[in-house]
């Protein structure tokens, strides 16, 4: 089975631009989240969405980034616009809500580097 | 508030040698979820182990092994006959519901087996 699908891998955008993540779940999977890892801060909860609605973004860390999901298997992470301190791994994970329901699967993660 | 401590920020053994990260974590819940992840130098996350609050046996899976023990909030995890292939960065998380959305994960213990 495939697993959750991120793109791009690395990404090197100046700043001022507009980033965009990518993400496709596992399928079936009902819960799905974005999390930002750096250095200082470790593993950040940024968002997550419950069937594509999102549920708490509190962690979103201001108005320039904003995510979506269109539907059950897509989902964007958007940065606009980018500033260096964005600069980290961004991972999407998903989860099934029923069987081993808050087992949280990650992609391979969103290398991005703003300069 | 949940929380997770893993005291070792780094540790580094010498191939075949056993190894055992430490994992302490707090939480008001009665019913919880521990779990481990590694995150190898390619960057990815990996899923290795779920573990609910009601089953206290230990887990053994090849060369890896889990000791739950609520007395002690611990859930250390052991590495049996270090690979070089096993150094990664060990996560250590805790969820206190059912969907995932509440996950706290650990600072992470960064495992270098030299050859």
């Given at each position: 089975d495939a697993g959750v699908i991120q793109s791009p891998r690395h990404e090197v955008t100046e700043m001022g631009q507009e980033v965009t993540l990518r993400c496709k779940p596992i399928s079936g999977h009902d819960y799905l989240f974005w999390y930002r890892q750096t250095m200082m801060r470790g593993l950040e909860l940024l968002i997550y969405f419950n069937n594509n609605v999102p549920?708490?973004?509190?962690?979103?860390?201001?108005?320039?980034f904003s995510a979506k999901m269109p539907n059950a298997s897509f989902s964007t992470l958007k940065i606009q616009?980018?500033?260096?301190?964005?600069?980290a791994v961004y991972f999407c994970a998903s989860s099934f809500s029923?069987?081993?329901?808050?087992?949280i699967y990650f992609g391979e993660g969103s290398w991005l580097t703003v300069v | 508030a949940q929380k997770v401590t893993q005291a070792q920020t780094e540790i580094s053994v010498v191939e075949k040698e056993d190894v055992t990260l430490d994992c302490v974590y707090e939480t008001r819940d009665t019913t919880y979820y521990l779990f481990w992840y590694k995150q190898p130098p390619s960057g990815e996350l990996v899923f290795l182990i779920r573990r609910n609050s009601f089953d206290e046996q230990n887990e053994i899976s090849g060369r890896y092994s889990w000791n739950f023990q609520k007395s002690t909030s611990s859930f250390n995890f052991t590495i049996t006959a270090?690979?070089?292939?096993?150094?990664a960065v060990y996560f250590c998380a805790l969820s206190e519901?059912?969907?995932?959305?509440n996950f706290v994960f650990g600072p992470g213990t960064r495992l270098s087996v030299l050859p």
């Open positions: 549920i708490d973004d509190s962690g979103m860390p201001e108005d320039r616009p980018s500033e260096p301190r964005d600069s029923r069987g081993t329901g808050n087992t | 270090s690979q070089v292939v096993d150094s519901d059912n969907y995932g959305q």
